[in-house]
């Protein structure tokens, strides 16, 4: 045989792709180092802590980063609760098939697309939110975190499912051995046992709850400022993917105004890796 | 090797495939698609405009995009359009950042700013407004409409977007300058739709809107100017009146192709002067 | 209260609370079928949008929904197949291992609006395709990779052990595993990555808004640099004009016909995981 024939193909073309996927991650986030980072640099605390973004004039980033932290923060406060009850539900009291059932409902509800909840958002949650909540408009923080809190629920409450779900049945048996009752069981083995995966569940929600944009976008109001008092949900705002969102398409390439976007962007990549690394790493820890 | 066949019919099939995607890339000869991105008060003009020049011209299509006054321009200079939509005129930073390019501006025609209401609240007894008036409400020392002798309902200040034409006419006439900040806003908006709607949406609303936009839920007050109540009418638009007007205008760069150049020639000629009328807007030919 | 009657009030509130979160689901599809079936028609399918998508239909948009979902899964799919191949197959390296995992997740992490950005700057500027369809494409090929990849990962990995052992005590080449052994058996992982990863190009909108779609004048691409009229966007420009009554039924029949697309295609994938989760072990 020739050397020709000890050529293999299917090494060369698959090492071929797995180069261009590599470089497809890398590329982008050193693309993102590179515009934004001498940005950061070079405008440190008055970037990072500035209240006004006036294009050409001060890049201040605080609003957004508010934005995109308060409307998180609440998301979960709405979306956790509901989450894990149903997570427990269907772990502990539903048989398989409904159980499938149930996990199924959430993988659809995972797939509807954000601009349908922008759309639900505009023309009927903000109305909602005006007329319950007895406001003079309804694009507020708090309506951006209602969507939020309605996307991110499949990914907490199915993420949770598997997590008590897969708690050893001997630990279990154990368990209820020893007398303890279905809710006694899940209170003293299986969430202790579940824990470090729930906790994941919830950073990879925050990973997907800040950078979603189109949603968040047609809701918040879009004013970059910080409300006074800061807790007042009830005023509008802007979160980094949403001004990401509105801006770019005005200074698309180059620039300081393009430069100041990418630095947001980068701050936003952080937040998001930092948080779905940790995720991830609680749900695998758990795991093994 | 029936194995050996497979693979090489796999691979043969992929790389055809990106042969085809990619050899592609290159600009097709006859390329002949225009596009305009920028001002969504100009956008209706150019968008029916071209409807009708497609008749003329199968051979060419144009595509519309929106995103504002300062995403045309941005558009032109990067060469990601053919032709920007600016419903303001070209500011000292923007030329400062392309200062190596030159660019051309073509006028299609006027329009006035208007400052509109929620119609509530001008059937409330609120139709006219002053300079100071409108300055204070945007600098948020005015914050509720019993302040004007109105209803007793806060105000809904709606700001749009910094680098919009709409934007800068209003503010430069309310504060002097284009860029002023407006402390007071409570929303910001995008497009001229996006205003309009959500100042229909609510019910004690004020904002700024092209005149062509004005209906029967947003309602433009009339302007005390110098004295006088002045309509946000064509007539007081055309007339030159109405103190806050700007040119619509088209924008490109100094060398353009020759089907660009057609279409700005059918812009600027005798068939879209009723479009430009019939979309709202003052046609100056 | 008595123990059981404690157990009976907790177990019941769950129940009350698991209920509720599916009925969301329930509710999201009444509110936009019962708003969308009345502008449904096909008329409303098979004519294109006039008068800024107030009135008319939606045929160029859902071609270009489709077109770019189907333009990014083919190109999306050889790479991740390839990428999952040569990590299970071929790499020996546990930190290009590790390397790979961490760059799949900053890919995956990545917030699309960033990554439609950073790919128009790429693909649309530096390779000068522009805003164009193939621009967001590729785009959207790099968004879904990261989906695809795990789908046709796990099921690559999960394949029996003895497979692997049978085939190598054979004396199979590397090659002639993979063809033989590895992609006949992992065949519904990789159906299963590319419905998921269509479902996910179809349900995206910041990705694709600046980068392959123009607002009106669109019709069927006549070239790869020409941008389409997307569904997505379409929904986005009528979402802002909430007070028109028609803009506002077209908006709400263009999302009943998108949701209808996004859940045919993860039904389907369902369905075709599920099947691989009975397949009988040989």
Not at chain 3, 35 to 54: K, P, Q, Y
Request: hydrophobic share 50%; proline share 4%.
């Amino acid at each position: 045989m020739s050397r020709f024939a000890e050529f293999d193909f299917f090494q060369w073309a698959t090492f071929v792709m797995a180069l261009l996927s590599m470089t497809l991650g890398a590329g982008i986030v050193a693309y993102l180092f590179w515009e934004g980072g001498p940005f950061i640099w070079n405008q440190g605390s008055q970037f990072l802590l500035g209240l006004d973004w006036f294009p050409g004039e001060e890049y201040g980033a605080a609003p957004m980063i508010f934005g995109s932290t308060a409307v998180t923060i609440l998301a979960l406060v709405f979306s956790t609760p509901l989450a894990l009850a149903s997570a427990i539900y269907t772990s502990e009291f539903l048989d398989p098939r409904r159980r499938l059932t149930v996990k199924g409902i959430m993988e659809i509800l995972a797939g509807v697309p954000g601009i349908v909840y922008g759309l639900l958002g505009v023309s009927l949650l903000s109305v909602w939110v005006r007329d319950v909540f007895n406001l003079i408009d309804g694009y507020t923080l708090l309506s951006a975190s209602f969507l939020l809190a309605i996307m991110i629920l499949p990914t907490i409450m199915t993420l949770s499912e598997d997590a008590i779900h897969s708690t050893p049945s001997e630990h279990r048996q154990a368990a209820s051995g020893l007398g303890l009752s279905k809710m006694e069981v899940l209170f003293s083995v299986a969430l202790p046992h579940a824990t470090p995966g729930i906790a994941g569940a919830i950073l990879l929600a925050i990973g997907r709850a800040m950078g979603e944009t189109i949603a968040v976008m047609l809701v918040i109001g879009g004013l970059d400022r910080i409300p006074e008092p800061w807790f007042d949900v009830f005023s509008s705002g802007q979160s980094i993917a949403s001004k990401l969102g509105r801006e770019a398409a005005e200074t698309l390439g180059f620039g300081e105004h393009w430069s100041a976007l990418m630095a947001l962007a980068l701050i936003l990549f952080f937040l998001v890796m930092f948080l779905t690394a940790f995720g991830n790493w609680l749900i695998k820890g758990f795991r093994k | 090797m029936v194995q050996k066949i497979k693979s090489f019919k796999f691979v043969l099939y992929w790389t055809c495939l990106f042969i085809f995607l990619f050899s592609s890339v290159p600009v097709n000869a006859k390329e002949t698609s225009l596009r305009v991105a920028g001002s969504t008060t100009v956008l209706p003009i150019v968008s029916r405009a071209a409807e009708k020049f497609k008749i003329e011209h199968p051979d060419i299509s144009v595509t519309v995009n929106a995103g504002g006054s300062g995403v045309g321009f941005s558009s032109v200079a990067d060469n990601r359009v053919d032709i920007g939509m600016m419903s303001r005129k070209i500011s000292e930073k923007e030329f400062k950042k392309y200062n190596n390019l030159e660019f051309k501006v073509h006028t299609l025609g006027r329009d006035g700013v208007a400052c509109v209401v929620s119609s509530e609240i001008y059937s409330a007894g609120i139709t006219t407004l002053s300079k100071k008036q409108i300055r204070d409400i945007y600098s948020g020392k005015i914050k509720n409409w019993k302040e004007l002798g109105g209803p007793d309902k806060k105000i809904v200040v709606v700001d749009k977007e910094r680098h919009r034409g709409t934007r800068h006419a209003f503010i430069h006439y309310v504060f002097g300058n284009p860029t002023a900040r407006a402390r007071g806003a409570r929303l910001v908006s995008g497009s001229n739709n996006e205003e309009q709607a959500k100042i229909a949406q609510s019910d004690s609303a004020i904002g700024m809107l092209s005149q062509a936009w004005i209906n029967k839920d947003v309602v433009g007050v009339a302007l005390l100017h110098e004295g006088k109540k002045i309509e946000p009418s064509i007539e007081n638009i055309q007339s030159g009146i109405y103190p806050i007007s700007r040119d619509l205008d088209i924008v490109t760069q100094k060398s353009i192709s020759s089907s660009a150049q057609l279409f700005i020639e059918f812009l600027l000629g005798p068939e879209v002067q009723p479009i430009i009328e019939k979309s709202g807007y003052v046609p100056i030919r | 209260m008595t123990r059981i009657q404690k157990e009976k009030l907790f177990s019941g509130t769950l129940a009350f609370l698991t209920l509720f979160a599916c009925s969301i689901l329930a509710f999201i599809l009444f509110a936009v079928f019962s708003r969308g079936l009345s502008a449904l028609s096909w008329e409303f399918i098979s004519s294109e949008a006039t008068d800024f998508g107030s009135k008319g239909g939606i045929l160029y948009q859902i071609f270009g929904t489709l077109l770019l979902m189907f333009a990014s899964i083919s190109i999306c799919l050889p790479i991740a197949l390839g990428t999952a191949l040569y990590q299970t197959e071929y790499l020996k390296s546990s930190v290009w291992k590790k390397a790979f995992k961490i760059f799949m997740a900053s890919l995956n992490g990545m917030p699309t609006i960033v990554l439609g950005l950073a790919g128009y700057l790429f693909f649309g500027k530096f390779l000068g395709i522009g805003v164009s369809w193939l621009t967001g494409a590729l785009i959207l090929a790099a968004m879904i990779l990261p989906t695809a990849h795990a789908a046709i990962l796990e099921a690559i990995e999960t394949l029996p052990e003895h497979y692997q052992e049978t085939s190598i005590s054979l004396g199979l080449k590397p090659n002639q595993r993979i063809l033989a052994v590895v992609i006949p058996h992992s065949v519904y992982g990789i159906v299963t990555g590319a419905l998921l990863g269509l479902a996910r190009a179809g349900g995206e909108t910041a990705a694709i808004m600046f980068t392959a779609t123009a607002f009106s004048g669109v019709s069927i691409p006549q070239s790869i640099t020409e941008p389409v009229a997307t569904l997505q966007t379409h929904i986005l420009v009528l979402a802002q004009e909430a007070t028109n009554p028609t803009a506002l039924a077209n908006a709400w029949g263009a999302a009943s016909v998108l949701l209808g697309i996004v859940f045919f295609l993860i039904l389907g994938a369902k369905a075709v995981r599920s099947r691989l989760s009975w397949e009988p072990e040989q």
